[in-house]
């Protein structure tokens, strides 16, 4: 049978022009950015630098503003542990939303261990935060708030110039997780006043283990002491040999990201909304989880009641789908995100997220509507008309 990837959001494929941007810098062009005495550091600090302007460019930075790390969940653990020490005198106070990404809500649980106090902020049925909430929870020893840009399980779009704003105003810095927003929306840090924001190549079409955290350098020059020493690379945030081919990529992933904004979101969105209207309104069984006004194009987050998601995802392991986040698809407890948002655990159990790509195909996903109309039919369920 023809496999079917529709996890989009747990990673994407390398795509072939960035592959071949990488390639020379795994063989000929092998060399370290840190030597600075010879012709392959030389080369290799240059391609480092070009793409950490690439990778500003996508987000509205300057390049000194990007520091590379391996990924999203580094950025954050650096974002959040490292902002909360270099404020200890304005504060030991943090706000994050409970729709969070695994990697700042377990940060945060560990920083209480150092005596950080965290407030959590609520969103409502839609997985939509309240201004007037976050408003109330900001006080004046709170170092620092994150909200995701984007939620990763259900595709909800936060407001985040409004957001940043309020942060502004009150004097706290506001750190996004913009990993799955990156590619699919815009991410301008200077719009959006972000000071913090997390990035991971391999969700934009770039390499897996390489990631970076946006810094911001003026208004306000944002503080942060590093987490990982030996040998003050990347301005002193994060020390280690630098993964330069893993750069290479991502750089240019961003540079086609940016390009290719439009041309992706329109493809994606089309093809999300055919599928969901097959398997919700003509099926009339399931629904969206999450807000439909304020989605990610790509992402469809859907309740089955009566039908298991586990029992749906094995019955069709030729359809590539999951139950929530990759990095907690392994724990049996329901998705956080839906229960924040007031999902009884009978609807978590019955929801599927389904990712769209780049290179996802319309006979695929009129392939993908009908083996799982086939398995809800199963189950009881009437079938879509497709």
């Given amino acids: 049978m023809q496999t079917i990837y529709l996890d989009y959001n747990s990673t994407t494929p390398v795509d072939p022009l ?44 300057e390049p000194a503003e990007i520091i590379f790390t391996s990924g999203a969940t580094e950025s954050l653990n650096l974002a959040l542990r490292g902002a909360m020490e270099a404020y200890r005198s304005k504060g030991r106070h943090l706000v994050v939303c409970a729709a969070e990404h695994k990697a700042v809500l377990d940060t945060a649980r560990d920083l209480a261990f150092s005596g950080v106090e965290t407030s959590v902020l609520g969103v ?9 909430e976050l ?44 990993t799955q927003a990156a590619g699919k929306i815009r991410v301008d840090v200077q719009e959006q006043r972000m000071d913090l924001c997390s ?37 002193g945030l994060r020390s280690g040999t630098l993964n330069v081919p893993g750069i290479v990529g991502f750089g240019e992933a961003c540079q086609l990201a940016a390009e290719r ?16 209207q097959q398997l919700t309104v ?61 999902r009884k655990d009978d609807e978590i159990f019955s929801s599927v997220r389904i990712s769209i790509g780049k290179d996802t195909t319309e006979a695929e996903i009129r392939e993908a509507i009908l083996r799982i109309g086939m398995e809800l039919d199963k189950a009881g369920l009437t079938p879509p008309a497709v």
Avoid at 137 to 151: C, F, G, H, K, P
Wanted: charged share 20%; net charge positive; aromatic share 6%.
């Fill in 135 to 178: 408003e109330k929870l900001i006080r004046e020893d709170t170092v620092l708030v994150a909200v995701m840009q984007a939620n990763n399980e259900t595709g909800v779009i936060q407001d985040a110039e409004a957001i940043g704003r309020l942060c502004r105003e009150r004097g706290t810095l506001f750190l996004s997780d913009s």
């Fill in 18 to 61: 960035v592959l071949e941007t990488m390639l020379p810098f795994f063989t000929e062009k092998f060399g370290n950015a840190a030597s600075r005495t010879h012709r392959y550091g030389w080369t290799a600090e240059a391609v480092v630098e070009k793409a950490r302007g690439q990778v500003a460019g996508m987000i509205g930075a």
């Fill in 261 to 276: 904004l439009w041309e992706y979101g329109t493809h994606t969105s089309r093809w999300r909304t055919f599928l969901e």
């Fill in 282 to 342: 003509e099926r009339k069984h399931g629904f969206i989880n999450g807000s439909i006004r304020s989605r990610l194009p790509n992402t469809s987050n859907l309740c089955f009641p009566g039908m298991r998601s586990e029992h749906l995802i094995k019955a069709l392991p030729e359809i590539a789908m999951s139950m929530g986040s990759a990095c907690t698809s392994a724990l049996p407890q329901p998705s956080h995100v839906l229960q924040s948002m007031g």
């Fill in 199 to 235: 990035l991971s190549a391999h969700k934009l079409y770039g390499p897996k283990g390489v990631g970076a955290l946006y810094v911001r350098r003026k208004n306000p020059r944002v503080k942060l002491l590093a987490e990982i020493s030996g040998g003050g690379h990347e301005q």
């Fill in 124 to 132: 409502d049925h839609e997985g939509i935060i309240d201004l007037q």
